[in-house]
């Protein structure tokens, strides 16, 4: 059974970082890709970053780009996500997803069969 499961989030002021891990079960990471996706309440869940099969190919949405850097380590079957300079817009609950759809979903949800139950973030100012 594949079981994702996220850690790392929690109150922060504007400018700082927060590390987010997901830990996997079930599968081989090294079969999936991944993503890290946000739902601010009010809103639709949208993706954050994304990452392939072999960690090489990666997709950021263009607000966090250059602030956010996601990881996946295959041999630990876990996925990062380092997070700076956060702002108070990066508020929201994050959730990991992989899918096995090919070899990369980007930003696109529905191509993510298994989902976290959600880590959440909040930047204050």
């Known amino acids: 059974q594949v079981q994702l499961a996220e850690s790392g989030g929690g109150s922060v002021q504007v400018g700082g970082s927060l590390r987010l891990s997901c830990a996997t079960s079930g599968y081989s990471a090294s079969t999936y890709y991944m993503g890290w996706f946000r739902q601010a309440p009010g809103k639709e869940r949208v993706a954050v970053a994304a990452i392939d099969t072999s960690g090489y190919r990666r997709f950021y949405t263009v607000s966090v780009n250059g602030r956010f850097t996601i990881s996946k380590d295959n041999a630990n079957n876990t996925l990062s996500l380092q997070m700076n300079s956060l702002k108070p817009e990066d508020t929201a609950m994050y959730y990991c997803?992989?899918?096995?759809?090919?070899?990369?979903?980007?930003?696109?949800?529905?191509?993510?069969?298994?989902w976290g139950q959600g880590t959440q973030v909040t930047v204050s100012s």
């Open positions: 997803a992989a899918g096995s759809q090919g070899s990369y979903g980007g930003p696109v949800t529905s191509r993510y069969d298994y």
